[in-house]
C-alpha cells in the first residue's frame, strides 16, 4: 500500500516571500468597502449574498500586475481582507434590519459596535480550532471556495494553460449569469411541480457559481445534500400539503391556509423550521466527533495564558504552522464579551446572556467553519444557524423575566452579534484554507481579517441608513422596515421567531422533528450535517451542485481522469469565479435594467417552453465545462494543491 506523502503547499515553509504589503493592505480594503456595499444591496434585496473571496482575488491580480508586481501571497492577503466586507455585511443584513422592523433602529454608532463585537467573537474563536480543520481534516472537507480560490491564485502565478483554464472558466460563468440576469434570455431559476402529488416540487437554480461549487465539493457531499432536498421537497412538503389541505384557516406562523400555499409557501412556513432543527442538530452531532481537538486546543488556550509560551516568533514552529498568539486570543475574546455586557447593560440578567452568548458563540461557530469546509459559505445555511441561536437566547431571557419589546430587542442584538460571528468564521475558515494550500503565513493572515473587520465594520452603519432612506413620497419612516424596496427576509423571519417565543407560539414540533431527521440519519452511518443543510435549503440549489458533482466524478474515471479532475477544478474555479462578479454586478445595478415579461430574444411565454429552455442554457454550460476539461493538454500540469477529496465526506 503506498503511503500517503505529506501535503507541501505552493510556497514552501523555509521560503519568504512579500506578503502583508501596504498596497496590499490599501487594495484589501479597498475591495472589502465596495463588496460590502454591493452584498448589502443584495442581501436586503433578495435574502442571500454572493462570496467575494474569489472575486476579489481575480481583481488583486489584474490591478498588482498592472503595478508590475505582486507575489501569489499579497494577492492572498488582498482576497483575505477583501471577502471580509461581504461576509460582514451578510452577517449585519441578515439581522440588524429585524431592529428595524421593531422599532428600535439601531443609531450608525451602535452598528459599529454591534459588527465589530460579533465579528471579533468569529475571527478569535476561530483561531484555536485552525489546525484540526485545517492540517487535521485536510482532504476530508474540501472548503470548495478556499480550493477554488487557491487554484486560481496558484493558476494566474504560473500562468500558461493553467491560467487559461481558469480564464476560460471566469469568462463561461460571467457571459451565462449576464444572459439570465442582464439579458434575461432565460429564467434563472425554473421549477416542475407535480399538483396531483401534493405540491411534490423539483427545481433548478440555473446558477454558474453553484454548478462550480458541485464540481469542486464532489458526488458523495452533492448526493447528501440532495437527498435532504428530496426528503424536503418530494416527502415532506406532499405531506404537510395533504394533512393540511382541508384545514379552512392558517396553520402555525402562516398567514394563509395550506390549501392556498404554493410550495415556496410551504417551504417558508414549515419544511425551513424543519431544516433549521436539523441543521442544529447535525452542528450538534459534528462538535461532538470535534472533542477531543477542541478540548486539546483548549488546554493549549489556557496553558499560552499562564506560561506564556506560544508567541509570533516561535522559531521551534514552521512559518506556516504560527497562528496569532493563543493568550492574544484569550484576552482578546474576554475583552470582547465584557464589552458586550457593557453594551446590553451591565447586570445580573445580561451576564447570564452573555455566557449564552459565549457558549453559542463557540458551538455555532465552529458548526459555521466545518459547515463551510463541507459545502462552502455560498451555501451555508447562516439564518437557520442563527435562528437556533435566537430561539435559546430568547427562551432564557423569557425564563429572566425579560418581556416585550425591551427583552425582544436584547434577543435580536445577541442574535445579530452571533450570526455577524458565523459569517465571519466562515469567512475565515475559507480564506485560511486558501492560504494553507499557497503557503501563507496564519498569523499574517489572522490580522488582516482584524484589519478588514475595523475597516468594514467603520463604513457597514453609513451604507444601512443609505439604504434605509424611503423613497420620495413614501409614508414609512424606515425603508427595511417598510417592505417595499427592501424585503429583507432573513431580518423578518428573526423578527419573526423572536415574536413568536415571546408571545408563545413558536413551532417547536416543526423544529423537534428536525432534529430527530438528523439523529435518525446518524444512527444509519450517514453525515447528518450535509443532509441537514439539503433539507434546510430550497432543492433548486440543491440541484445544480448535485449535477457538478456527478459530472465531476464522471470526468474523474478512466486513464486520464487525474488530469481531467484537476482540469474541472480550475475551470470550475473559473466558473466561481465569473459568475460571482456577474451576480454582484447584475443584482448591484438590477434596479436600472429594465423589466421584461416572457422571453427576450426568442418569443417563448409558455411556462414548459421557458423551463425547457433554462435546462437547455444550463446543459450548455455544463457541456463547456465538460469539454474544456476533456480538451489535450500540451503542458504538464505543475504541482499545485491537492485537489479537493470532496467524495470522502465528513
Same mark, same amino acid.
Given at each position: 500500500?503506498?503511503?500517503?506523502?505529506?501535503?507541501?503547499?505552493?510556497?514552501?515553509?523555509?521560503?519568504?516571500?512579500?506578503?502583508?504589503?501596504?498596497?496590499?493592505?490599501?487594495?484589501?480594503?479597498?475591495?472589502?468597502?465596495?463588496?460590502?456595499?454591493?452584498?448589502?444591496?443584495?442581501?436586503?434585496?433578495?435574502?442571500?449574498?454572493?462570496?467575494?473571496?474569489?472575486?476579489?482575488?481575480?481583481?488583486?491580480?489584474?490591478?498588482?500586475?498592472?503595478?508590475?508586481?505582486? =507575489?501569489?501571497?499579497?494577492?492572498?492577503?488582498? /482576497?483575505?481582507?477583501?471577502?471580509?466586507?461581504?461576509?460582514?455585511?451578510?452577517?449585519?443584513?441578515?439581522?440588524?434590519?429585524?431592529?428595524?422592523?421593531?422599532?428600535?433602529?439601531?443609531?450608525?454608532?451602535?452598528?459599529?459596535?454591534?459588527?465589530?463585537?460579533?465579528?471579533?467573537?468569529?475571527?478569535?474563536?476561530?483561531?484555536?480550532?485552525?489546525?484540526?480543520?485545517?492540517?487535521?481534516?485536510?482532504?476530508?472537507?474540501?472548503?470548495?471556495?478556499?480550493?477554488?480560490?487557491? /487554484?486560481?491564485?496558484?493558476?494566474?502565478?504560473?500562468?500558461?494553460?493553467?491560467?487559461?483554464?481558469?480564464?476560460?472558466?471566469?469568462?463561461?460563468?460571467?457571459?451565462? /449569469?449576464?444572459? *439570465?440576469?442582464?439579458?434575461?434570455?432565460?429564467?434563472?431559476?425554473? $421549477?416542475?411541480?407535480?399538483?396531483?402529488?401534493?405540491?411534490?416540487?423539483?427545481?433548478?437554480?440555473?446558477?454558474? *457559481?453553484?454548478?462550480?461549487?458541485?464540481?469542486?465539493?464532489?458526488?458523495?457531499?452533492?448526493? &447528501?445534500?440532495?437527498?435532504?432536498?428530496?426528503?424536503?421537497?418530494?416527502?415532506?412538503?406532499?405531506?404537510?400539503?395533504?394533512?393540511?389541505?382541508?384545514?379552512?384557516?392558517?396553520?402555525?406562523?402562516?398567514?394563509?391556509?395550506?390549501?392556498?400555499?404554493?410550495?415556496?409557501? %410551504?417551504?417558508?412556513?414549515?419544511?425551513?423550521?424543519?431544516?433549521?432543527?436539523?441543521?442544529?442538530?447535525?452542528?450538534?452531532?459534528?462538535?461532538?466527533?470535534?472533542?477531543?481537538?477542541?478540548?486539546?486546543?483548549?488546554?493549549?488556550?489556557? !496553558?499560552?495564558?499562564?506560561?506564556?509560551?506560544?508567541?509570533?516568533?516561535? *522559531?521551534?514552529?514552521?512559518?506556516?504552522?504560527?497562528?496569532?498568539?493563543?493568550?492574544?486570543?484569550?484576552?482578546?475574546?474576554?475583552? =470582547?464579551?465584557?464589552? %458586550?455586557?457593557?453594551?446590553?447593560?451591565?447586570?445580573?440578567?445580561? &451576564?447570564?446572556?452573555?455566557?449564552?452568548?459565549?457558549? +453559542?458563540?463557540?458551538?455555532?461557530?465552529? @458548526?459555521?467553519?466545518?459547515?463551510?469546509?463541507?459545502?462552502?459559505?455560498?451555501?451555508?445555511?447562516?439564518?437557520?444557524?442563527?435562528?437556533?441561536? %435566537?430561539?435559546?437566547?430568547?427562551?432564557?431571557?423569557?425564563?429572566?423575566?425579560?418581556?416585550?419589546? $425591551?427583552?425582544?430587542?436584547?434577543?435580536?442584538?445577541?442574535?445579530?452579534? +452571533?450570526?455577524?460571528?458565523?459569517?465571519?468564521?466562515?469567512?475565515?475558515?475559507?480564506?485560511?484554507?486558501?492560504?494553507?494550500?499557497?503557503?501563507?503565513?496564519?498569523?499574517?493572515?489572522?490580522?488582516?481579517?482584524? &484589519?478588514?473587520?475595523?475597516?468594514?465594520?467603520?463604513?457597514?452603519?453609513?451604507?444601512?441608513?443609505?439604504?434605509?432612506?424611503?423613497?420620495?413620497?413614501?409614508?414609512?419612516?424606515?425603508?427595511?422596515?417598510?417592505?417595499?424596496?427592501?424585503?429583507?427576509?432573513?431580518?423578518?423571519?428573526?423578527?419573526?421567531?423572536?415574536?413568536?417565543?415571546?408571545?408563545?407560539?413558536?413551532?417547536?414540533?416543526?423544529?423537534?422533528?428536525?432534529?430527530?431527521?438528523?439523529?435518525?440519519?446518524?444512527?444509519?452511518?450517514?453525515?447528518?450535517?450535509?443532509?441537514?443543510?439539503?433539507?434546510?435549503?430550497?432543492?433548486?440549489?440543491?440541484?445544480?451542485?448535485?449535477?457538478?458533482?456527478?459530472?465531476?466524478?464522471?470526468?474523474?474515471?478512466?486513464?486520464?481522469?487525474?488530469?481531467?479532475?484537476?482540469?474541472?477544478?480550475?475551470?470550475?474555479?473559473?466558473?466561481?469565479?465569473?459568475? *460571482?462578479?456577474?451576480?454582484?454586478?447584475?443584482?448591484?445595478?438590477?434596479?436600472?435594467?429594465?423589466? !421584461?415579461?416572457?422571453?427576450? &430574444?426568442?418569443?417563448?411565454?409558455?411556462?414548459?417552453?421557458?423551463?425547457?429552455?433554462?435546462?437547455?442554457?444550463?446543459?450548455? +454550460?455544463?457541456?463547456? @465545462?465538460?469539454?474544456?476539461?476533456?480538451?489535450?493538454?500540451?503542458?504538464? =500540469?505543475?504541482?499545485?494543491?491537492?485537489?479537493?477529496?470532496?467524495?470522502?465526506?465528513?
Amino acid at each position: 500500500m503506498e503511503e500517503k506523502k505529506p501535503f507541501r503547499p505552493h510556497v514552501p515553509p523555509e521560503r519568504s516571500v512579500a506578503e502583508f504589503t501596504l498596497r496590499a493592505a490599501i487594495l484589501g480594503s479597498v475591495i472589502a468597502v465596495v463588496f460590502g456595499a454591493a452584498n448589502a444591496y443584495i442581501g436586503l434585496k433578495v435574502g442571500m449574498t454572493v462570496s467575494a473571496s474569489i472575486p476579489a482575488a481575480v481583481i488583486s491580480m489584474a490591478v498588482l500586475r498592472a503595478l508590475r508586481g505582486g =507575489t501569489v501571497l499579497e494577492n492572498n492577503i488582498v /482576497q483575505t481582507i477583501g471577502s471580509s466586507g461581504e461576509s460582514l455585511a451578510a452577517g449585519v443584513v441578515f439581522t440588524i434590519p429585524a431592529l428595524f422592523i421593531l422599532g428600535a433602529a439601531p443609531g450608525i454608532g451602535r452598528i459599529f459596535v454591534l459588527a465589530s463585537l460579533g465579528g471579533l467573537l468569529g475571527i478569535l474563536f476561530w483561531i484555536p480550532l485552525r489546525r484540526y480543520l485545517m492540517v487535521k481534516e485536510h482532504g476530508v472537507l474540501p472548503f470548495p471556495e478556499g480550493t477554488a480560490c487557491a /487554484q486560481v491564485l496558484i493558476s494566474g502565478e504560473q500562468g500558461g494553460s493553467r491560467w487559461a483554464l481558469v480564464l476560460a472558466g471566469i469568462g463561461l460563468g460571467a457571459v451565462f /449569469q449576464f444572459l *439570465a440576469g442582464a439579458v434575461r434570455l432565460f429564467k434563472a431559476e425554473v $421549477e416542475w411541480t407535480i399538483e396531483k402529488f401534493h405540491k411534490a416540487t423539483l427545481g433548478l437554480s440555473a446558477e454558474a *457559481a453553484m454548478l462550480g461549487v458541485g464540481f469542486i465539493i464532489g458526488p458523495r457531499i452533492a448526493l &447528501l445534500m440532495f437527498a435532504g432536498g428530496a426528503l424536503g421537497w418530494f416527502v415532506l412538503i406532499p405531506l404537510i400539503h395533504y394533512f393540511g389541505a382541508g384545514l379552512s384557516g392558517p396553520l402555525g406562523l402562516a398567514s394563509i391556509p395550506i390549501s392556498k400555499m404554493e410550495p415556496t409557501d %410551504l417551504w417558508k412556513s414549515y419544511l425551513r423550521y424543519i431544516g433549521a432543527g436539523g441543521v442544529a442538530m447535525g452542528g450538534l452531532l459534528s462538535i461532538g466527533k470535534a472533542l477531543p481537538t477542541i478540548a486539546g486546543s483548549f488546554r493549549a488556550v489556557f !496553558r499560552d495564558v499562564v506560561g506564556g509560551k506560544a508567541g509570533i516568533g516561535e *522559531a521551534a514552529a514552521d512559518r506556516t504552522d504560527r497562528d496569532l498568539p493563543l493568550k492574544w486570543v484569550f484576552w482578546g475574546a474576554l475583552a =470582547t464579551i465584557l464589552t %458586550l455586557w457593557l453594551v446590553l447593560g451591565a447586570g445580573g440578567k445580561t &451576564l447570564v446572556s452573555v455566557a449564552c452568548v459565549v457558549v +453559542l458563540g463557540f458551538f455555532l461557530v465552529t @458548526v459555521a467553519a466545518r459547515i463551510c469546509g463541507l459545502v462552502g459559505s455560498s451555501s451555508s445555511p447562516v439564518s437557520g444557524m442563527t435562528i437556533t441561536g %435566537l430561539i435559546v437566547t430568547s427562551l432564557l431571557m423569557v425564563s429572566l423575566g425579560f418581556t416585550g419589546v $425591551e427583552g425582544q430587542v436584547a434577543a435580536l442584538t445577541i442574535g445579530a452579534v +452571533l450570526c455577524i460571528a458565523i459569517c465571519m468564521s466562515g469567512d475565515i475558515a475559507q480564506d485560511l484554507k486558501t492560504g494553507y494550500l499557497v503557503g501563507a503565513t496564519p498569523w499574517k493572515q489572522q490580522t488582516a481579517n482584524l &484589519l478588514a473587520l475595523l475597516v468594514s465594520a467603520s463604513v457597514i452603519g453609513f451604507t444601512i441608513y443609505l439604504l434605509d432612506r424611503p423613497p420620495a413620497g413614501s409614508d414609512v419612516t424606515h425603508a427595511l422596515a417598510g417592505g417595499t424596496t427592501f424585503k429583507a427576509p432573513q431580518a423578518n423571519l428573526m423578527h419573526m421567531v423572536v415574536k413568536g417565543i415571546f408571545e408563545g407560539n413558536l413551532p417547536w414540533t416543526l423544529l423537534l422533528a428536525g432534529m430527530a431527521i438528523a439523529v435518525v440519519v446518524e444512527l444509519v452511518g450517514v453525515p447528518s450535517l450535509p443532509f441537514a443543510i439539503g433539507l434546510y435549503l430550497p432543492v433548486s440549489l440543491s440541484t445544480p451542485i448535485l449535477a457538478g458533482g456527478l459530472l465531476g466524478h464522471l470526468l474523474g474515471r478512466g486513464k486520464r481522469g487525474a488530469e481531467r479532475k484537476d482540469r474541472v477544478v480550475l475551470v470550475a474555479s473559473g466558473l466561481v469565479a465569473g459568475g *460571482a462578479i456577474m451576480g454582484i454586478l447584475v443584482n448591484t445595478l438590477g434596479q436600472f435594467l429594465p423589466e !421584461r415579461p416572457g422571453q427576450f &430574444l426568442l418569443p417563448v411565454d409558455t411556462h414548459l417552453g421557458s423551463t425547457l429552455f433554462t435546462v437547455a442554457a444550463f446543459a450548455l +454550460l455544463a457541456a463547456g @465545462v465538460w469539454l474544456l476539461a476533456t480538451r489535450q493538454s500540451t503542458e504538464r =500540469t505543475p504541482d499545485g494543491p491537492e485537489p479537493p477529496a470532496g467524495s470522502s465526506g465528513e
